[in-house]
């Protein structure tokens, strides 16, 4: 551990542990994360029954259609963000798969959206194709090395 001899006004020596201060800091900031996009999930929950009520009263169905898929989405997206954040607490390390999955349900969402309204081009197809199959390879390595290092744990001598 990297500790660091701080004194006081009267000289008495104090010691600073570095990690243990990086660690309680990082814990309250990913809290704090955590607190605002449930929140934010909560919130988007609310105006999705909300925006429900439009859909009955407007004669743009379609826009309507389109801004509850929009909303569902991004929720999906706050939902991942937030399984990350969780795990990290009790594992204390992000775990690649969940930002992954993040990216994923992202791009998804902007496809879906660019494709129902019609606003997309070809290159932009091919393009947002090769990063939702690049972001695929990322999450399926992830998994893998997730798994072989879970196995060469399980196969290490404890010592007693």
Not at 94 to 104: K, P, S
Request: aromatic share 10%; glycine share 4%; with cysteine.
């Amino acid at each position: 551990m990297q500790t660091k001899p701080f004194s006081t006004p009267r000289g008495v020596p104090i010691k600073l542990d570095m990690i243990a201060l990086f660690n309680r800091v990082i814990c309250i900031v990913f809290g704090l994360m955590l607190v605002f996009i449930t929140i934010g999930i909560m919130v988007g929950v609310a105006r999705l029954f909300l925006n429900l009520g439009d859909l009955l009263i407007n004669d743009d169905i379609t826009r309507q259609y389109m801004r509850i898929v929009s909303e569902v989405l991004t929720l999906f997206i706050l939902i991942e963000l937030s399984r990350s954040l969780v795990d990290y607490f009790s594992a204390q390390r992000l775990r690649m798969t969940f930002i992954v999955d993040a990216g994923i349900v992202f791009v998804l969402r902007e496809v879906m959206i660019k494709l129902f309204e019609h606003k997309i081009a070809v290159e932009e197809i091919y393009a947002l194709s090769a990063l939702v199959f690049v972001l695929g390879g990322l999450r399926i390595a992830s998994v893998l090395v997730f798994q072989r290092e879970k196995m060469m744990h399980a196969e290490a001598p404890h010592p007693d």
